[in-house]
């Protein structure tokens, strides 16, 4: 379900114009927030992320990123204010925080686990990247995944060895 979403105040500042290169010839955006988000209830958020993770089997996947951008959306809704609306920005934040970090040691403990599998190994490691790509570069949740991307930059060295 794609929906437009608020997401709380970013720690981080917005990128400057010197910072946009190429793309200084476009308008900047009216909406600066992806609109794109995956909403999944709390209380599924368990077997929702093994599904994604640890059940997952590599070989029955068409779209080898489908895990990166299906747990990058549920991050992005976590973040959003249709994540439980009552909650205040910095216990959203932390939440947020928690779910990213449970991500991470997943995608790092599958590592771990199917080491011996190279098809398997490929798949995870180049998930972990991307994922760890989409985090560093999203300004709004950058700054609440810092143990996230710590956890994935070694899965994906462990993956290499």
Same mark, same amino acid.
């Given at each position: 379900?794609? &929906?437009?979403?608020? !997401? @709380?105040?970013?720690? !981080? %500042?917005? %990128? ?10 476009? %308008?900047?955006?009216?909406? %600066?927030?992806?609109?794109? +988000? ?13 599904? &994604? #993770? ?18 990058? /959306?549920?991050? *992005?809704? *976590? ?19 928690? /779910? !990213? ?5 997943? +995608?790092?403990? +599958?590592? $771990? ?5 190279? #098809?398997?190994?490929?798949?995870? /490691? ?6 760890? $790509? @989409? !985090?560093?570069?999203?300004?709004? &949740? ?8 710590? &956890? ?7 993956? @290499?060895?």
């Amino acid at each position: 379900m794609l &929906i437009p979403v608020t !997401l @709380f105040p970013s720690a !981080l %500042p917005c %990128p400057t114009p010197s910072h946009r290169g190429n793309y200084e010839r476009y %308008p900047p955006p009216r909406d %600066p927030i992806l609109p794109a +988000v995956l909403e999944f209830r709390e209380e599924s958020e368990d077997g929702f992320l093994h599904a &994604i #993770t640890t059940d997952l089997d590599p070989t029955d996947i068409q779209f080898k990123l489908a895990p990166t951008y299906t747990l990058y /959306m549920a991050a *992005r809704f *976590r973040a959003s204010t249709h994540y439980r609306p009552d909650l205040s920005p910095t216990e959203r934040a932390h939440r947020l925080t928690e /779910m !990213l970090t449970k991500v991470a040691a997943m +995608v790092q403990n +599958v590592i $771990h686990s199917r080491y011996g599998d190279p #098809t398997s190994l490929a798949f995870w /490691m180049a998930n972990a990247s991307e994922l760890l $790509h @989409f !985090l560093k570069q999203d300004r709004h &949740i950058c700054g609440y995944s810092s143990d996230a991307q710590d &956890i994935l930059a070694e899965a994906v060295q462990v993956a @290499f060895r």
